[in-house]
């Protein structure tokens, strides 16, 4: 049986001896974080911001954006519809904004979850260790925000959640649904090489 060695403790003069050195590396550390983060950083907000909006164009080129002038009018006019709020990524706090003419509150064959509850934050959490999506958001994405099959209409990427705080306050009848489709965006452009984000 080997016996071990003795954990040696530094004596206190050669920890004091490392003050200075620390106080020379600060000044480093943090020039060279200025230098190298906020690059870095820029580079992916500008990465995700021209992700999003080349995703708008191309929804715009196959017809299935709507500016927010035009639902003004359509609303107006008593039209009625759902507004859709999409959280596409799992983290960020970035959503979309889709309008359908469809009562989704109706037609939903599933039952809708209220986005904030602890419950549904658990069973999504359960699902994406599964790689499965919430069934309501596989739905609404197949139905809606699907770039491929979806039918709602883009208003706006990258904080749709503006026209949460409109429609309250404009048009409070007007059903809003929350959905996340990260997992379903994923399956989907597995499932279709050339596909739309």
Known sequence: MALKEPVRELPWY??????????????LMAVLFLIFVPPVALFFFLQSLTGELLFYLRMRNVGRTLSGHRL???LAAGETGTLIIEHPLLAWGRT????TPDNILEEAPVPIPDFASKEYQDQLLDLMEQDLPHPWDEWCWQQYTSPHQGQARLLRVWNGKRYRLWFNTHYPAIPIV???TAIARQLESEAQPNSIK
């Not at 050669?14 to 000044?27: C, T």
């Not at 979309?96 to 309008?99: K, L, R």
């Open 14 to 27: 050669k920890i004091l001896a490392l003050i200075p050195l620390w106080l020379l590396m600060l000044p």
């Open 72 to 74: 003004r009018q359509q």
């Open 96 to 99: 979309n904004a889709w309008w």
């Open 178 to 180: 929350e959905t996340t």
